[in-house]
């Protein structure tokens, strides 16, 4: 490994004279889905975040502990946490986010074909594609694998034929991974992995509205829809398996899709603005001061808990049944966040619209009602306890 000092320095040195500083710091919270996303139809704030997204890519900085050959730096844990770090210091945005770099990337680098990986890899590194999820269907949530959308195999492709739901912005992603059935005589065994194109004849993803007044999941039809053979990741009929890894890559996730490490306030910043302060600095509120500190605690322990985990995984550890532990922990972690934030505001949090609220404190609004569906998301947290009970501490049915 590089000196980190030597590395630090050079880091510092090419961020504070290429990132843009226009992006720097930004001050107004942003919408659900919103940062660099990518794909074939991108959105950008400024011409300065496409040029930001660029440069990184560039570096394989977008990535930057995927292997070179596949659009990544090959950086070490440490050398991306001083990244990181760096980047932080200069309060930078991500260059690109997504489901492609959380969750399709990591499992194609495990399970899928050499072809396969030159071919989506690069194009995720570079914010050319932007995928989206397709697992759970109106009659298979928490029990998943009682799936039924079907795939029937016509010579080189699929025909795939149902309805998957709660598809995270569906609407404006090019890809999907997906589960679909097989074998219909078989429930676990009976599911693949497929990978399919949004934009291919018979697709169509509607949009969902939520009770924040936002759609950022859908509904998403399948009607003869045809998908290629080789899109498969990982075996016919074997896709239980795959899936397994990438939930578990979702649920070690479960930090950022909290909104745990949001650019948006923090709660000292909250604090700050809304409460009663004594002489001596000390909040008034001795029952909410230490609701807040007690949070501040739990986050920072969670930070250190998932970094260990990363540093696993780089390591060759596959997440497995641990990684119920932070999504449970992340969703709850950051629905409290939100109650910390309505119990200092109080009046100022039940804005919806119009005057005497600031744009901060309306986003926050509709974002504490966005939180209400953490628990639900990517594994209800009732299902994330059933896992921890048998899979962590080995209770009986």
Known sequence: ???????????????????????????????????????????????????????????????????????????SKAEAKVLREEMAALKLPLPLVGFGLTMIGPTLLQYGTEEQKREHLPMITRGEIRWCEGFSEPGAGSDLAALQTKAQRQGDHFVING???????????????????????????????????????????????????????????????????????G????????????????????????????????????MRQYADFTEDGRMTDAALRHRVAQHEMDYRVFRLTTDRTRANAKAGHIPGPESA??????????????????????????????????DEELYETRDWLFSRALSIAAGTSEVQLNIIAKRVLGLPD
Not at 43 to 66: H, Q
Not at 241 to 255: D, F, N, P, Q
């Open 1 to 75: 490994m590089a000196d980190l000092g030597t590395f630090r320095a050079e880091v510092r040195h090419w961020l504070e004279n290429n990132a843009p500083l226009s992006i720097r710091d930004p001050q107004k919270p942003q919408e659900e889905g919103a940062g660099n996303w990518g794909g074939r139809r991108p959105t950008f704030a400024s011409p300065d975040m496409k040029a930001w997204m660029d440069m990184m890519a560039a570096r394989g900085w977008t990535a930057p502990e995927w292997p070179k050959e596949y659009g990544g730096a090959g950086l």
């Open 163 to 233: 309805q998957k739901v709660w598809n995270s912005l569906a609407h404006l992603a090019d890809w999907m991974f997906m589960l679909v059935r097989t074998d219909p005589g078989k429930k676990h065994e009976g599911i693949t992995f497929l990978m399919a194109d949004m934009e291919a004849p018979g697709v169509e993803a509607r949009p969902i509205r939520l009770i924040s007044g936002k759609s950022t999941f859908c509904e998403t039809f399948f009607t003869d829809v045809l998908v290629p053979v080789k899109n498969v990741v």
């Open 235 to 270: 075996e016919i009929n074997g896709g239980w398996t795959v899936a397994k890894t990438l939930l578990a890559h979702e649920r070690s996730m479960g930090l950022q899709a909290s909104g745990l490490g949001s650019s948006g306030p923090s709660l000292r910043e909250w």
């Open 325 to 358: 532990m932070f999504k449970l922990y992340a969703s709850e972690t950051a629905q409290e966040r939100h109650e910390i934030f309505l119990a200092l505001a109080g009046s100022q949090a039940l804005g919806w619209d119009g005057p005497g609220f600031t």
